[in-house]
C-alpha cells in the first residue's frame, strides 16, 4: 500500500523515504513511479544484477507505460558505501532515459544511496541527460 502522502519534490525527499524504508542491506534498484503530480502511484525491487541488464531495463519500462506513470525515479541502493555512479550505472540511467523519452515520459533522478545513508543525486549534479548529448 502506497502512502497517498509520498511525493516526490527533489532528492532529499526520496533520500528520507529510503532512511524509514527498512531493511537497505542487499545491492538493488528500488523504482519509484509517479503521476504527473509527483505523487508516488508504485514502487518496485529489483535486484542489481548486470546480467539482467536489459531484462530489468524493459522492466521498468513496461511498468512505467502499465501503470502511466508520468515520471520514474531509480534509486541504487550501494551497501558497500560508494556512492559515486559507477560506467553500469551511468550506462542503465541513460538507457532508460532514452527509452522513457521515446515515449514521453520522465526520467527525473538515478540516485545512488550508500548503506550509511549518503547519496548521489546524477540529476542534481547534471550527469543525468540520456545518451543523446
Not at 519500462?61 to 553500469?88: C, F, K, M, R, W
Request: proline share 2%.
Amino acid at each position: 500500500m502506497i502512502d497517498n502522502n509520498l511525493y516526490y519534490h527533489n532528492s532529499k525527499d526520496v533520500s528520507g523515504f529510503l532512511k524509514s524504508a527498512g531493511d537497505m542491506a542487499d545491492d538493488k534498484l528500488i523504482v519509484l513511479y509517479l503521476d504527473n503530480h509527483n505523487n508516488v502511484i508504485l514502487i518496485t525491487f529489483h535486484r542489481w544484477d548486470l546480467d539482467g541488464f536489459e531484462l530489468c531495463s524493459q522492466s521498468i519500462i513496461s511498468t512505467a507505460l502499465n501503470t502511466e506513470a508520468y515520471v520514474v525515479i531509480i534509486v541504487h541502493n550501494q551497501p558497500s558505501g560508494s556512492i559515486a555512479p559507477s560506467l553500469d550505472d551511468k550506462k542503465l540511467a541513460n538507457d532508460i532515459f532514452d527509452r522513457l523519452d521515446s515515449f514521453g515520459r520522465v526520467l527525473q533522478d538515478y540516485i545512488i544511496n550508500s548503506g550509511d545513508h549518503r547519496y548521489y543525486s546524477m540529476a542534481d549534479n547534471s550527469i543525468l541527460s540520456g545518451s543523446k548529448k
